[in-house]
Every structure is written in structure tokens, then in C-alpha cells.
Antibody
Framework: VQLVESGGGLVQPGRSLRLSCAAS????????MHWVRQPPGKGLEWVSGLGGGSGPMVYADSVKGRFTISRDNAKSSLFLQMNSLRPEDTGFYYC???????????????WGQGALVTVSS | QSALTQPASVSGSPGQSITISCTGT?????????VSWYQQNPGKAPKVVIYEVIKRPSGVSNRFSGSKSGDTASLTISGLQAEDEADYYCCSYAHTGTYVFGTGTKVTVL
């Protein structure tokens, strides 16, 4: 049972980046999924969540209108499309599995190892 | 949504008990029994140690316990061990349908 993020890297302010999270070892479509980020040396910030049936989508105010969460249950994959990136978006981005099918169970029971996104000119 | 408030650091000697507080508002901690706690070791992903205020996931030591009173949740680690030294974060579901994490607490075993 694991989650593996990919797609991180260095990007200029204002540009876009798409993160992916490949899941294995569980029935992906049955569970809500989340993205959580952490600037280097700082605390955790919840970014977005998506129910197992691809709804509902919820976002933190800090990324609403710029980031889009989506999933492909057939490919056991979660995505985060990040547009209009800002330096303050820099950090490790973790995908996390919810313990249930909706985003309101309050427990992130499995985390990936994280992908580093650096927004800088 | 503002971050939940945690003490920056807490320390204790091996065998002692320590408690980490997590203060929110009536819009998050105070309204939902959906507070969870995460342990994070340096360079590693977080790991859940408490969920739904008081529940312990399978495999987590019973030395970890949680509680809540009003807008403040707490994590207690009893019989402190060297392996407990890590950063700890609380997290609460909020009325906006989102989640908010705490500011984080560094636990040091003296």
C-alpha cells in the first residue's frame, strides 16, 4: 500500500505545474484523497481534497481559483494542476489517502513521500 | 482559515508524560469531533497517531491518547521514549468543508 508523487520541480512565478500521485495496494476509487503542502522547515498546510467518486472538490482559500484537483480512478492516480504559481507556493507537496470515501472523515491515514515544488525566477 | 495554535516546543524526560495543546475556534475544533494528530520525523512524511479526537489507529502505541474540551484539543504522550522525539501537528475539519492544521510542536526527549 503506497502513494508516490511525481511532477515537482523548479518553475517561474506565474507559470503552471501538474503534480501526479500514483496509488497502489488499495481500491483507489473507494477513498477520498487530499493534497497537503509544507514549505521547507515550516508547518503543514492542507491544500485540497476530492471525494472517491470525483466529488466534491474542496480547496484552501490560499489556492482557490488557481489549483485544480482531479483523479483518474481507472489509473489509480490523483492530480493537482497548479496555475499562476507564486513564490509562497514553494514546498513539499504530499498526497494523502482519506480513511473514507468522502472528504469529511477527518483522518489522513496514508501519505506519500512528497514532491518538492520550487517557485522562483 | 487561520492555523490552529500549538506550543512551539514541549520537552520531557524519558518515562514522563507530556501534553500538547491545540487551540482552534468554534468553527473548527469546537464544532467537530474530527481532530487528528500527526507525527513527523525529519525528512519523512507525517503519520497519523490519533483521529476523531480519541481514536488510535492500529499499530500506534497506547502511550498516545487524545482529548478535547471546548475549542482546545490535546495530545498526551505517556511513558515518553526517545523514539517519540518528532514534530507533532493537530488537524481539524472546519465548517467551510476544509481542513486546518496546527502550527506544529517540536517534542524533545531530554
Amino acid at each position: 500500500v503506497q502513494l508516490v508523487e511525481s511532477g515537482g520541480g523548479l518553475v517561474q512565478p506565474g507559470r503552471s505545474l501538474r503534480l501526479s500521485c500514483a496509488a497502489s495496494g488499495f481500491t483507489f476509487g473507494h477513498y477520498a484523497m487530499h493534497w497537503v503542502r509544507q514549505p521547507p522547515g515550516k508547518g503543514l498546510e492542507w491544500v485540497s481534497g476530492l471525494g472517491g467518486g470525483s466529488g466534491p472538490m474542496v480547496y484552501a482559500d490560499s489556492v482557490k481559483g488557481r489549483f485544480t484537483i482531479s483523479r483518474d480512478n481507472a489509473k489509480s492516480s490523483l492530480f493537482l494542476q497548479m496555475n499562476s504559481l507564486r513564490p509562497e507556493d514553494t514546498g513539499f507537496y504530499y498526497c494523502a489517502k482519506d480513511r473514507g470515501g468522502l472528504v469529511d472523515t477527518g483522518m489522513l491515514e496514508l501519505w506519500g513521500q512528497g514532491a518538492l515544488v520550487t517557485v522562483s525566477s | 482559515q487561520s492555523a490552529l495554535t500549538q506550543p512551539a516546543s514541549v520537552s520531557g524526560s524519558p518515562g514522563q508524560s507530556i501534553t500538547i495543546s491545540c487551540t482552534g475556534t468554534s468553527s473548527d475544533v469546537g464544532s467537530y469531533n474530527l481532530v487528528s494528530w500527526y507525527q513527523q520525523n525529519p525528512g519523512k512524511a507525517p503519520k497519523v497517531v490519533i483521529y476523531e479526537v480519541i481514536k488510535r489507529p492500529s499499530g500506534v502505541s497506547n502511550r498516545f491518547s487524545g482529548s478535547k474540551s471546548g475549542d482546545t484539543a490535546s495530545l498526551t504522550i505517556s511513558g515518553l521514549q526517545a523514539e517519540d522525539e518528532a514534530d507533532y501537528y493537530c488537524c481539524s475539519y472546519a465548517h467551510t468543508g476544509t481542513y486546518v492544521f496546527g502550527t506544529g510542536t517540536k517534542v524533545t526527549v531530554l
